[in-house]
């Protein structure tokens, strides 16, 4: 455990990394920077805030009522869904006391979800009314489950990047994203840059299901070369990387910013929150912030 963040709180550290998230600047995503037409900054922000109290509650009750909470605490600040990839990740990490050892804990959170927990989490998808959702045979949203919550995010693990996280225990986050983060972090790369590289090097090793969701298998794949494109050139070491990033970025934010890899910026989130609670990020940050523009 971290020492330095021993008066935090799990809903904290969950505060925490969805600031460090909204804040970095990810290519085709929200920053403090860039704003979509109905999505702001701020709104990140406030999501970010919301969600700490029931975060911090996520030990002592249903995994199914933490993130229902988290969701209508969401709902009461933002307009719009800004954070329920976040909230489905970071609800079962929080529900791990501080002084259990966080992987092993989260599978015992995941194996212990019920049927009861998933309807609770079919009304928080609901009440955010995530886009692009479309419908299923077995365990729509819209209708009861009659599963576990595990067993229904099973079910759409093959099509859901965040769905897929509980069926095999957060693979992606444990053994991609979060060893990318902590490899440029001990380089000695800004903080910024640590989460844009980790952020780049799993958007071109996965498709992106938001971007598969909202435009089609093809249009992830090209995203996904695109991004091997900007590691190819050199980022973050060169200016044809970094020229290449910003290039990606504009081409992201085209067609109404309907191809912003969402998904991938969830489980950033979630690798952050991990990176946060085992001290590889420290506060108070004794490491640079900003990547160079």
């Known amino acids: 455990?971290?020492?330095?963040?021993?008066?935090?709180?799990?809903?904290?550290?969950?505060?925490?990394?969805?600031?460090?998230?909204?804040?970095?600047?990810?290519?085709?995503?929200?920053?403090r920077y860039r704003d979509f037409a109905e999505t702001t900054y701020l709104d990140f922000l406030l999501s970010a805030l919301a969600i700490s109290a029931s975060l911090d509650r996520a030990s002592e009750q249903s995994l199914g009522r933490t993130i229902l909470d988290s969701v209508a605490a969401t709902r009461r600040l933002v307009g719009t869904n800004t954070n329920l990839g976040m909230i489905l990740l970071l609800a079962p990490l929080a529900s791990v006391?501080?002084?259990?050892?966080?992987?092993?804990?989260l599978a015992r959170v995941l194996d212990s979800?019920?049927?009861?927990?998933?309807?609770?989490?079919?009304?928080?998808?609901?009440?955010?009314?995530?886009?692009?959702?479309?419908?299923?045979?077995?365990?729509?949203?819209?209708?009861e489950p009659t599963v576990t919550l595990r067993a229904a995010?099973?079910?759409?693990?093959d099509r859901d990047l965040i769905a897929r996280q509980y069926d095999n225990g957060?693979?992606?986050?444990?053994?991609?994203?979060?060893?990318?983060?902590?490899?440029?972090?001990?380089?000695?790369?800004?903080?910024?840059?640590?989460i844009l590289t980790a952020f780049i090097q799993f958007l071109a090793a996965d498709l992106d299901t938001l971007i598969v969701r909202?435009?089609?298998v093809e249009m992830a794949r090209e995203a996904s070369s695109k991004a091997s494109e900007v590691?190819?050139?050199?980022?973050?070491?060169?200016?044809?990387?970094?020229?290449?990033?910003?290039?990606?970025?504009?081409?992201?934010?085209?067609?109404?910013?309907?191809?912003n890899p969402g998904a991938t910026a969830d489980l950033t989130t979630a690798a952050l929150?991990?990176?946060?609670?085992?001290?590889?990020?420290?506060?108070?940050?004794?490491q640079v912030w900003s990547h160079p523009s």
Request: a negative charge; proline letters at 7%.
């Open 1 to 31: 455990m971290n020492e330095h963040l021993d008066p935090f709180t799990p809903g904290q550290l969950a505060q925490l990394a969805c600031v460090l998230e909204a804040t970095a600047r990810k290519p085709g995503n929200v920053h």
């Open 97 to 105: 006391p501080i002084g259990e050892e966080l992987r092993p804990g």
């Open 113 to 143: 979800s019920t049927t009861a927990d998933a309807k609770l989490v079919y009304q928080a998808i609901r009440l955010a009314k995530p886009g692009g959702l479309g419908q299923v045979a077995d365990q729509d949203i819209d209708a």
């Open 153 to 157: 995010m099973s079910l759409a693990a």
């Open 170 to 194: 957060y693979h992606e986050i444990f053994d991609q994203i979060y060893p990318s983060l902590k490899q440029s972090i001990e380089a000695g790369f800004p903080l910024e840059t640590a």
């Open 214 to 216: 909202k435009r089609g």
């Open 231 to 259: 590691l190819e050139r050199g980022w973050p070491d060169t200016l044809a990387g970094i020229d290449a990033f910003v290039q990606f970025d504009e081409w992201l934010r085209a067609d109404g910013n309907a191809r």
């Open 273 to 286: 929150f991990v990176a946060l609670r085992d001290g590889t990020i420290k506060f108070p940050m004794d």
